[in-house]
């Protein structure tokens, strides 16, 4: 897969941001630091929130830099069910049910024939610069208006908003799409909708970068070691949450 210094740079901030956010999440865990009122404000859920989006958005946009998507979309999806079995059986607390890495496993599989679909629609080029333009505005405008779905309505309170059928939340299947059925728990939970919308928001911006020779030369520019962490975002994504946890639980049981 072509690499670009500043897509890795990027990936990698968003893991060093997520490595704090996720130390934070732990110290509240042990009652070491972070009280539950703060890691649960407006603050935290911000910040959480925007590394969710870049996270998703990176990966949107670096799936044109692929090729093999039906391996790398199953890999990520079993590896992301592995983590629910091992979370399930050993953390049952904190479990984590259709997480991250299922969203991107998922959204991979997903966007394959939506990628074929743009490159037919397109003659196999890309498409105009109005048009990834007008897909990209779609895009989001699409996940503002679903982004409650997973609580039961479209929209934006107090703005436009319109409550769902109760009866689509029911079942994992519903839950998996974003219809999130009463009393379910995950500690990490992306369904379909509405992250999908932000995948393919960074699947047009790539279309509109790499139709500029400014864009694909801004992706040269980047910092190495930043970087580096990038390309190696998913085994140091696997592992920072165990190192973090041993470090904490021998600091919070053995002191």
Same mark, same amino acid.
């Given at each position: 897969?072509?690499?670009?210094?500043? #897509?890795? =740079?990027?990936?990698?901030?968003?893991?060093?941001?997520?490595?704090?956010? $996720? +130390?934070?999440?732990? @110290?509240?865990?042990?009652?070491?630091?972070?009280? +539950?009122?703060?890691?649960?404000?407006?603050?935290? *859920?911000?910040?959480?929130?925007?590394?969710?989006?870049?996270?998703?958005?990176?990966?949107?946009?670096?799936?044109?830099?692929?090729?093999? &998507?039906?391996?790398?979309?199953?890999?990520?999806?079993?590896?992301?069910?592995?983590?629910?079995?091992? =979370?399930?059986?050993?953390?049952?607390?904190?479990?984590?049910?259709?997480?991250?890495? =299922?969203?991107?496993?998922?959204? =991979?599989?997903?966007?394959?024939?939506?990628?074929?679909?743009? &490159?037919?629609?397109?003659?196999? /080029?890309?498409?105009?610069?109005?048009?990834?333009?007008?897909?990209? +505005?779609?895009?989001?405008? *699409?996940?503002?208006?679903?982004?409650?779905?997973?609580?039961?309505?479209?929209?934006?309170?107090?703005?436009? %908003?319109?409550?769902?059928?109760? #009866?689509?939340?029911?079942?994992?299947?519903?839950?998996?799409?974003?219809?999130?059925?009463?009393?379910?728990?995950? +500690? /990490?939970?992306? %369904? #379909?909708?509405?992250? @999908?919308?932000?995948?393919?928001?960074?699947?047009?911006? $790539?279309?509109?970068?790499?139709?500029?020779?400014?864009?694909?030369?801004?992706?040269?520019?980047?910092?190495?070691?930043?970087?580096?962490?990038?390309? $190696?975002?998913?085994?140091?994504? *696997?592992? &920072?949450?165990? #190192?973090?946890?041993?470090?904490?639980?021998?600091?919070?049981?053995?002191?």
């Amino acid at each position: 897969m072509k690499r670009y210094e500043l #897509v890795d =740079t990027l990936r990698g901030i968003s893991i060093l941001s997520m490595i704090a956010f $996720h +130390t934070c999440w732990l @110290l509240n865990y042990f009652r070491i630091a972070v009280p +539950t009122a703060m890691l649960y404000g407006k603050g935290f *859920l911000i910040w959480e929130r925007s590394i969710c989006i870049a996270f998703i958005m990176i990966s949107g946009f670096s799936f044109s830099f692929g090729h093999r &998507h039906i391996r790398m979309g199953l890999e990520l999806f079993l590896i992301g069910l592995a983590i629910t079995a091992l =979370t399930c059986i050993f953390l049952p607390d904190i479990r984590i049910v259709f997480g991250i890495l =299922t969203f991107l496993g998922s959204a =991979t599989l997903i966007m394959i024939p939506i990628d074929k679909a743009y &490159h037919k629609a397109s003659n196999g /080029d890309n498409a105009s610069e109005p048009v990834n333009v007008m897909l990209l +505005t779609i895009s989001l405008l *699409l996940f503002v208006l679903t982004y409650n779905i997973n609580i039961g309505y479209l929209g934006i309170r107090g703005v436009w %908003s319109a409550n769902l059928p109760q #009866v689509l939340y029911k079942g994992y299947p519903a839950t998996f799409i974003g219809f999130m059925e009463p009393g379910f728990v995950s +500690t /990490d939970y992306f %369904s #379909v909708i509405p992250w @999908l919308f932000i995948y393919l928001y960074g699947y047009f911006l $790539h279309k509109a970068v790499m139709g500029s020779p400014r864009g694909v030369n801004t992706l040269n520019r980047g910092i190495s070691p930043i970087s580096f962490l990038g390309r $190696h975002s998913l085994i140091i994504y *696997l592992i &920072h949450p165990i #190192v973090i946890y041993l470090i904490l639980y021998f600091a919070r049981y053995l002191k």
